[in-house]
Nanobody, 119 residues
Framework: QVQLVESGGGLVQPGGSLRLSCAVS????????MGWYRQAPGKQRELVAG???????NYADFVKGRFTISRDNAKNTVYLQMNSLKPEDTAVYYC?????????????WGQGTQVTVSS
């Protein structure tokens, strides 16, 4: 069994910051790319940022310069530092990881954490 547990969401005013964390646990053989996605009400889930197992990162245009993704391989944890938050960043944020267990390799998802940006 593999579990991804997100934390760090909440209510923040426009211009504020939040740091999301996603801790991965379970029978992990190897962990490859990790990422953060978000889904706002009535919209499709979209990629926010990704990080490879070597540390290469990629970002959606709408967060470039404001968000930073990082990972700690020793802790099996991925982070998303979100600065200069805007109301349009309001969404449920989901952690994703490409993981190989002893039986297979596939994508795993966390349960999501709500981020609300409002005054």
């Amino acid at each position: 069994q593999v579990q991804l547990v997100e934390s760090g969401g909440g209510l923040v005013q426009p211009g504020g910051s939040l740091r999301l964390s996603c801790a991965v646990s379970g029978s992990i053989v190897s962990m490859y790319a990790m990422g953060w996605y978000r889904q706002a009400p009535g919209k499709q889930r979209e990629l926010v940022a990704g990080v490879s197992n070597s540390g290469s990162t990629n970002y959606a245009d709408f967060v470039k310069g404001r968000f930073t993704i990082s990972r700690d391989n020793a802790k099996n944890t991925v982070y998303l530092q979100m600065n200069s938050l805007k109301p349009e960043d309001t969404a449920v944020y989901y952690c994703n990881a490409d993981i190989r267990t002893y039986s297979r390799r596939r994508d795993y998802w966390g349960q999501g954490t709500q981020v609300t940006v409002s005054s």
